[in-house]
């Protein structure tokens, strides 16, 4: 709409009176901010009704001043206007968002760091069964190269306190480079709590200590350390658990054949 | 304009508040009484009107309108309230503005005014009360049309022609406007 149709419409009356829809009073407000004639011709009106209502003014009792004027501290004024209120709202908000956040963030940091802990102790964990897994590997092929060797003899030793019970196998190779004894102790006889089993090789018919049997090896096969002169090998039992210097009591005995 | 008054009850100065009050109770009084019809309801109003003007001076925007536009808008609205309680409705029975206007005591009309109240009196009896309607009364077009039995196309040409004379007797130029100062100032001084 253009000023002079605007100021003919009678929207500037009615705004005046207070009897604008709200769309209207929009369109009225606008015209006010955009040209000052709008803005003269609303003065022009509102002064007319003014002087209209002080012509039929009411003096009120002279009391009624000092009565409002004692209520006023009883009125609570907003310290800021509503456009501050907002920002500060606003303001509030963010920051108790960003707390929030970082409230948030800082526990998934301490939840992330707490997994990653544990993601690394069991990466070292890991990393020690690979690494035992290998050792454990390499044993075993060691073992396998030894019973493929054509030089790898086999000594068997009796049980001579039961002749009927399963004999056990000595494997050794005193000739090549893997030079080792490899005891079958799976098949030992248990031992009850207090007696422990001492491998021995007999080397110029005088028993020479090897070292103690663990019945519990992995593979049920143990590795004793090179001895090139021994004729035979025997098992003893023992009360010490380190073993003793000469055989308590003879429980296999085996010869080279 | 009152720019600096504005400016000063904003910054809840109450020594603005009483000088708003020494240039508007009067007014403001003379159309909170037509509305609820009784000294002591205006009285009332009259009270919270200043109270909440007070409280919101920081939601008054100069560049929508007059000062006293926006008093008389709390105003009247203020005293629209106080008629829809039951107390009022019984009261509205026995009075009238009539009896209430013209009877002597605190709330009689102000003699000051007895110069311009002439200016009023030159305005056509039906173009008067419609603007008491609407401007002070807060009616809207359509409920004056429904009040008086006046068809709602007459009561817009009406209210056109009458906000045309109001202005030609009330208008800047007129003799009115400067009686009008004169008792401005007259009330600023007393």
């Known amino acids: 709409m253009d ?231 025997a098992v003893s039992i023992e009360d010490d658990p380190n073993g003793s210097r000469k055989p308590t009591t003879v429980l296999m005995l085996g010869m080279q054949g | 304009m009152h720019t600096e008054l504005i400016l000063r009850l904003k910054q809840q100065d109450r020594t603005a508040l009483s000088q708003l009050y020494d240039l508007y109770s009067s007014a403001l009084y003379g159309v909170v009484l037509r509305i609820v019809l009784s000294p002591e309801l205006a009285q009332q109003v009259l009270q919270d009107t200043f109270l909440k003007v007070w409280k919101n001076s920081a939601s008054y925007d100069s560049a929508k309108g007059r000062l006293f536009t926006w008093l008389l808008n709390i105003a009247r609205n203020t005293a629209i309230d106080a008629t829809r309680t039951a107390h009022f409705r019984y009261k509205q029975k026995t009075e009238s503005l009539d009896t209430l206007v013209s009877r002597p005591g605190n709330d009689s009309i102000n003699p000051d005014h007895l110069g311009v109240r002439e200016a009023v009196e030159t305005l056509d009896e039906k173009y008067k009360s419609l603007i008491d309607l609407i401007y002070f009364k807060g009616y809207t077009q359509e409920e004056v049309a429904e009040e008086t039995g006046i068809p709602i196309g007459t009561v817009k040409t009406r209210l056109r022609y009458a906000m045309n004379e109001l202005r030609k007797v009330f208008g800047e130029t007129n003799t009115v406007a400067f009686l009008l100062v004169a008792e401005a100032l007259r009330n600023a001084l007393k």
């Open chain 1, 3 to 233: 000023i002079q149709s605007f100021l003919q419409s009678g929207l500037l009356e009615a705004y005046a009176l207070a009897q604008c829809t709200p769309a209207e009073r929009t369109q009225v407000e606008e015209m006010l901010a955009q040209y000052p004639e709008a803005r003269a011709e609303l003065e022009s009106i509102e002064l007319a009704l003014e002087r209209y209502a002080n012509a039929q003014a009411i003096t009120p009792p002279a009391d009624l001043k000092d009565r409002i004027m004692r209520e006023l501290d009883r009125v609570e004024v907003p310290m800021t206007p509503p456009a501050d209120n907002l920002l500060l709202r606003i303001f509030q908000a963010s920051t108790v968002l960003l707390l929030a956040a970082a409230i948030y963030f800082g526990y998934q940091q301490s939840q992330t760091q707490t997994q990653l802990a544990g993601a690394q102790n069991r990466i070292t964990e890991l990393e020690k069964q690979v690494v035992d897994c290998g050792t454990s590997v390499n044993a075993e092929r060691a073992i396998v190269r030894l019973l493929h060797d054509q030089k790898t003899k086999a000594v068997r030793m009796g049980n001579i306190i039961d002749t009927s019970a399963t004999p056990v196998y000595v494997f050794h190779n005193f000739e090549s480079g893997n030079c080792t004894a490899l005891v079958d102790v799976s098949v030992l006889p248990k031992q009850p709590a207090g007696k422990y089993l001492q491998f021995w090789a007999l080397v110029d018919g005088v028993p020479k200590e090897m070292g103690m049997i663990d019945t519990t090896s992995a593979n049920g096969l143990q590795s004793f350390p090179c001895e090139p002169k021994a004729a035979g090998f």
